[in-house]
Structures are given as C-alpha cells and as structure tokens.
C-alpha cells in the first residue's frame, strides 16, 4: 500500500464515524485534525480527545500496528488552526440545518481544501448544497463503519468537479487502503438502498413467522456469507440464471401477493432475448467466448474453500463459546 504522503486532512465531528475516519486516516500517514463542531466545555473536550486516543490503541492493536508518534488532536472554535487542508471530511448528525451551519462556519477552512467530503448515508449532493454556495466542491464519500477495518466506500462527486480533482480524490482513497465506487447522487445511493431492501424483507419474515429471528440471521451469514466475499449480487444472478430469477420472482410475487417482488423490467427483457446468465454466455454482464468465465470459476471456487475453512473455524468457535455457557 502506497503511502498518503502527510496529506493534511480536517474532519468536522467527533461521533463513531469521525473518530474511526481519524484513526483509519492516520494509520495511513495523513496529517489529521478532528474539529469538534458542538460548544463544551474545556474537560469534556479532553474526555473526547482521551477516547479517541484510546480509540487509536484499540485499533491499531488490532491491526498489529504501532501507535507510536500517532494522533489527531481535537480542536473547536478559536483553537481551530488556520492551516490548509487538502480535505475536509463531514461526519455530523444527519440533519441539513446541522450540516450547514457547520458549513458556513468553517467557511475559510472549506474554500482552501479540494474538497468538502460529506460521510452522509443518507442525503444527496443536491440536498447537501441546497440554497448556500460552497466554495468547495460537494462530495459525497459513504464509509462504511467502521472506516479502519472496511475498505469499500461509495462516492458522490458533482459534475462540476474537475476530472483531475476526481482522480486525485480517488487515487488518495486508494492509497488510504480504501476501495471506492462512484455512484450518481440518488436517494440511498449504493449499499444503503441495498440494505433497505435486504433488512425490511428480513422483519417481514419475522413478523410473518417464517422462521425465528436467530434463523434469519443464520440464513445470511452461512448462507450469503459463505459465497458473497467471492462473488457480487449481479454475478450471482447470471451464475444462477435470469430465466430462475424471472420466473421465481413471478412466482413468489404472485403467492404473496406482493407485486413489489416482481423482477425488474430489465430481467424481463433479458429473459425475452435469451440471455440467461453465465448458460449462455450473456447476460447483465458480457461473457464473450467463456474463456474468461471458466478461469473466474474456477479461480472462484477455490476461493469459496479456502473461505469456507475460515468460516467453518468462526463456527467452530461459536459452538464451543455456546457449549461453554451452557
């Protein structure tokens, strides 16, 4: 992994998000302030600087890295440096009113950075922006939490970003350890419309009585759990076959009663055009002549044994951690 190279970086807040951010930031060689946004009093802010610290040794311990030399410190009103930041992270409550004020406030600091970089799950660059000017372009950068241990983040970039300011936010994000997508700026984004889905589909199953909730969270982590870290949801789709899915969603849609769990229109055209998956050689994706497919498969597969043993071994552990407490 390449090094940040001391980029200097700001993060407004000092919740979960902000402090994993720091701690992820500067164990990959950025410069980081933490600029705590709310009014406290002096001793409360050292109390939040004494956890974020402790959150550094927890962290680093985990990863097997040396705290030595590491910090962020948390500074707030005047204390504020005035120094420029390449970017500024937003890791604020995820209330508009809340977002811009601090906006405005940090106003000089946002306008020498390359960015504002919102961690927002939830709202749009368009609404993030609405009625005020920025200075800085607008990003969207959705971590997952907490940002240290899960490298994928989806990012939200303007169209009025200069392509160069685009790929040097990416290549830093890159050398930070982290694995980005770009994403438009729509409701929910990637994984968090995702997620929506996944979860309201799991507590109707638990209100309906289907299976007890100990089992529905079964279901995803020794079902999903041992393909997923291999293979995306589309692939699935075409490795499984869109004719399955076409018809198993007409068919589940229709004993339910739920028109929602209709496949989408484009499964629908591909079933009609023959393009059934990886059977046939297209599908959502393109396999050409299948010679790369079979090298995927069995690359693949290889990878789902060697996950299925560290499964098996977590599993292995549950058990004995249960029959222990018995």
Known sequence: MQDAGNTAVAILGIGRMATGLAVD????????????????????????????????????????????????????????PDKNYTYVFEALPEEIPVKQAAYAAMGETIANATALCSMTSTFTVEELTAGINLAADMVVTHFMNPPWLIPFLEVVTPDSMKTENVETLFGFLRQTGHMPIR??????????????????????????GVASPEDIDKAITHGWGYRFPVMGILEFIDAGG?????????????????????????????????????????????YGDGTALAKREVI???????????????????????EAGS
Do not use: W
Not at 63 to 69: K, M, Q, V, Y
Not at 185 to 201: A, C, D, K, T, Y
Not at 242 to 269: C, E, F, K, M, Y
């Open 25 to 80: 930031l500067a164990l990959n060689g950025c410069s980081v302030d933490v600029i705590d946004i709310k009014p406290r009093e002096t001793s409360e802010r050292l109390v939040k600087a004494d956890e974020l610290q402790a959150e550094f040794v927890v962290s680093a311990n985990k990863l097997g890295r040396d705290t030595a030399g590491l910090m962020a410190p948390v500074y707030c009103g005047a204390d504020i």
């Open 242 to 286: 869109l004719d399955i899915l076409h018809h198993g969603g007409q068919s589940v849609a229709r004993a339910l009663g739920r028109p929602d769990l209709n496949s989408p229109t484009l499964i629908g055209q591909k079933y009609a055009e023959g393009a059934y998956g990886t059977k046939t050689l297209r599908g959502l994706f393109d």
């Open 183 to 208: 994403c438009k700026s729509s409701p929910g984004f990637v994984i968090s419309r995702l997620q929506v889905g996944l979860m309201n589909e799991a507590v109707r199953l638990m209100e309906e």
């Open 300 to 322: 693949r597969l290889d990878q789902q044994v060697r996950l299925k043993s560290l499964l098996d071994q977590f599993q292995a552990e549950e058990d004995a951690r249960t």
